[in-house]
């Protein structure tokens, strides 16, 4: 799974390399630091170009200006949201975040360990993932289909900015971790654990699905005014050659509790 390079703070300053599954590269200043491609399934090579459009493509075929804003998933379909779009608003009230560890002691103690998502059944430990060379950000482990993983430079679970979590949607086994992912709606709740025994608990404010070609950098790893949540997967179509699907389900949520 790959993605864009989320930053090593709260408010994930610097430089952008955005891109495709494949990596592209492009600079913008002043939103993110060096940010990983679009999270891929992990479960082979990147995808090749191929004439089946993706489920999202259909979707949106005739469809001459994509919507202003995430939307609510569920019946409502999962469709992209313009390039600019900012993250969705919140759906309940929001929380103020936990206020940030200030050692290095404390910092490896609120590494999360844990998430749950009652609603689709998940119940799965969160391991860490990080960049490779290129700045594409790695995935959990094949070998485990119940693993998460949790970008190592995002922040901590329930602290102030975009706390970034992927898992496969598929192994050569059978359904992953973040199978049902796409089922989630606005309003669902997630809860992530840390060590230190606190919790946050996020409610969902928006999901989209779309191509990993055009992945929401911005929108997915930008700064925030407060304590968010991105859960990122694979969707659409297959590649049976690649091994790989075409897009990516992402989840947005915003801390609406937490226990400290």
Not at 104 to 132: S, Y
Not at 210 to 235: D, E, H, M, W
Request: aromatic share 4%.
């Amino acid at each position: 799974m790959t993605e864009q390079k989320p930053t090593r703070n709260k408010a994930l300053p610097g430089l952008l390399v955005a891109g495709s599954l494949a990596g592209v590269g492009a600079v913008m200043a002043g939103l993110l630091s060096l940010a990983p491609p679009p999270v891929d399934d992990g479960s082979g090579p990147n995808p090749v170009s191929m004439d089946e459009p993706s489920k999202i493509q259909m979707e949106n075929a005739g469809a001459f200006v994509l919507p202003p804003s995430v939307g609510p998933g569920g019946s409502a379909g999962l469709t992209p949201a313009r390039p600019e779009a900012p993250p969705p608003l919140a759906a309940v009230p929001a929380v103020a975040p936990i206020p940030a560890a200030k050692t290095k002691v404390a910092k490896a103690k609120g590494k999360p360990t844990r998430i749950k998502i009652p609603k689709i059944k998940v119940n799965a430990p969160v391991g860490q993932v990080t960049v490779d060379i290129k700045g594409n950000l790695g995935a959990p482990s094949l070998a485990k289909q119940n693993l998460t993983g949790w970008y190592r430079f995002s922040p901590l679970p329930g602290e102030n900015g975009p706390t970034v979590i992927n898992g496969h949607v598929s192994t050569r086994k059978g359904p992953a971790v973040f199978a049902r992912l796409s089922e989630l709606v606005k309003g669902d709740q997630i809860y992530v654990y840390r060590g230190d025994r606190k919790i946050a608990r996020y409610t969902v404010s928006g999901i989209e699905q779309v191509s990993k070609s055009t992945f929401p950098t911005a929108r997915v790893y930008g700064n925030t005014s407060g304590s968010q949540l991105r859960l990122i997967t694979c969707g659409g179509v297959f590649n049976r050659n690649a091994h790989s699907y075409k897009d990516n389900i992402i989840v947005y949520a915003t801390l609406s509790k937490k226990k400290v």
